[in-house]
C-alpha cells in the first residue's frame, strides 16, 4: 500500500516568491496535517485538516495556508517568502481527527529560500 | 501551553550499550505520548506509543513507560546496534489533535 507521498521532494524559491507544496494521504484516510521542520528542530504543527475543513491551526503568519480537496489530497501554500521559511515541510494522515492518534508521516518536501 | 522537553544530543553509543533517551513533558490531563524515529532524508515513523498512565509502549526492542507522577515518557533499548542510528522525537498530542514535539535526539551507534 501506498504510504504518503509528497511533492515535490526539494524545491529552491527566492525571498518574497509563493510556493505550494502537496500532499496525498493514506488510501482511506481523510484527515492531513502540515508540519514544519526547521533544521535541528522538532516538526512544528501548522494546520490541520479533516473533510475539506480547517480543524486546527499552529503559531503561523497568514502567509501560511492550507486546503483540503475532495480527495482528501492537500495543499500548503506560503506566500511573500522569508528565509526562515527554509525548513522541511512534513505532511502527516490519519483516519479521524483529533480522536485519532495515530498520524503517518509522509517523506516532506525541502524547502529553501535564497 | 503543552510541551515536550527531552534530553540533548547526540547521543554516541557502541553497539549492544544500553539506550536511554529522557522525555518529559508538560499537559493539562493526561495526553496520549509517543516516540517517533527520523532516519537520514526521510520522514517520521512511529515508534511506540501510550494512551494512559502507566502504559507501556514496546516496538524493535524499545521501551517506554507513561509515568504521570513523573511526567515522563523515557525511552530504553537494552541493546542498540548500527541501525538504530537515527534522530528520536517525544511527542504529546495536543488539544487539536496535533503533534507537540521536542527538539529530538540524534543517536549514532558505533560498530
Known amino acids: 500500500d501506498a504510504g504518503v507521498t509528497q511533492s515535490p521532494t526539494h524545491l529552491i524559491k527566492t525571498r518574497g516568491q509563493h510556493v505550494t507544496l502537496r500532499c496525498s494521504p493514506i488510501?482511506?484516510?481523510?484527515?492531513v496535517s502540515w508540519y514544519q521542520q526547521v533544521l535541528g528542530q522538532g516538526p512544528q504543527f501548522i494546520f490541520q485538516?479533516?473533510?475539506?475543513?480547517?480543524?486546527g491551526r499552529g503559531n503561523f503568519p497568514d502567509r501560511f495556508s492550507a486546503r483540503q480537496f475532495p480527495n482528501y489530497s492537500s495543499e500548503l501554500n506560503v506566500n511573500a517568502l522569508l528565509l526562515g521559511d527554509s525548513a522541511l515541510y512534513l505532511c502527516?494522515?490519519?483516519?479521524?481527527?483529533?480522536?485519532?492518534?495515530?498520524?503517518?508521516f509522509g517523506p516532506g518536501t525541502r524547502l529553501t529560500v535564497t | 501551553g503543552d510541551s515536550v522537553t527531552q534530553m540533548e544530543g547526540p547521543v554516541t553509543l557502541s553497539e549492544e550499550a544500553f539506550l536511554t533517551i529522557n522525555c518529559t513533558y508538560t499537559?493539562?490531563?493526561?495526553?496520549?505520548l509517543f516516540w517517533y524515529v527520523q532516519y537520514p532524508g526521510e520522514g517520521l515513523q512511529l515508534l511506540l506509543k501510550?494512551?494512559?498512565?502507566?502504559d507501556k509502549g514496546s516496538n524493535k526492542g524499545f521501551e517506554a513507560t507513561y509515568r504521570k507522577e513523573t511526567t515522563s515518557f523515557h525511552l530504553e533499548k537494552g541493546s542498540v546496534q548500527v541501525s538504530d542510528s537515527a534522530v528520536y522525537f517525544c511527542?504529546?498530542?495536543?488539544?487539536?489533535?496535533?503533534?507537540?514535539f521536542g527538539k529530538g535526539t540524534k543517536l549514532s551507534v558505533k560498530p
Open positions: 488510501s482511506g484516510h481523510k484527515s
Open positions: 501510550a494512551t494512559k498512565a502507566d
Open positions: 485538516y479533516y473533510e475539506k475543513e480547517e480543524r
Open positions: 511527542a504529546l498530542k495536543g488539544s487539536q489533535g496535533n503533534l507537540i
Open positions: 499537559a493539562t490531563g493526561y495526553p496520549s
Open positions: 502527516a494522515s490519519s483516519f479521524l481527527d483529533r480522536d485519532s492518534y495515530e498520524q503517518y
